[in-house]
């Protein structure tokens, strides 16, 4: 069983930055690409970016203040977010494409999501 479990939402003032983790654990051969999205109230949810073994991929609204970075060792991925602004305000999730076995297909899976509430 493959879980993703994202962390560190919260609410923080206008201004401020913070650093969501999302972490997979269970039966793991190797995680692929992994990415972010959010999901704002009453929006569909939509790419913030996404990493892979060539690099980092951002949608053109999180270029500036978002920052994708990965621990591969450790099937973690982190998501750097400055100078906070209302708009923000979402529920954050992960996803990644998990091998379970050498000779298995990848599969997507989703954490279940961080909400991050920006509000002064």
């Known amino acids: 069983q493959v879980r993703l479990v994202e962390s560190g939402g919260g609410v923080v003032q206008p201004g401020e930055s913070l650093t969501l983790s999302c972490e997979a654990s269970?039966?793991?051969?190797?995680?692929?690409?992994m990415g972010w999205y959010r999901q704002a109230p009453g929006k569909e949810r939509v790419l913030v970016g996404y990493?892979?073994?060539?690099?980092?991929h951002y949608s053109d609204s999180a270029k500036d203040r978002f920052r994708i970075t990965r621990r591969r060792a450790e099937n973690t991925m982190y998501l750097q977010i400055d100078n906070l602004q209302p708009d923000d305000t979402a529920i954050y999730y992960c996803n990644g494409m998990v091998w379970v076995t050498e000779r298995s297909s990848a599969r997507e899976y989703w954490g279940q999501g961080t909400q991050v509430t920006v509000s002064s």
């Open positions: 990493i892979t073994h060539s690099g980092t």
């Open positions: 269970g039966t793991i051969w190797s995680v692929g690409q």
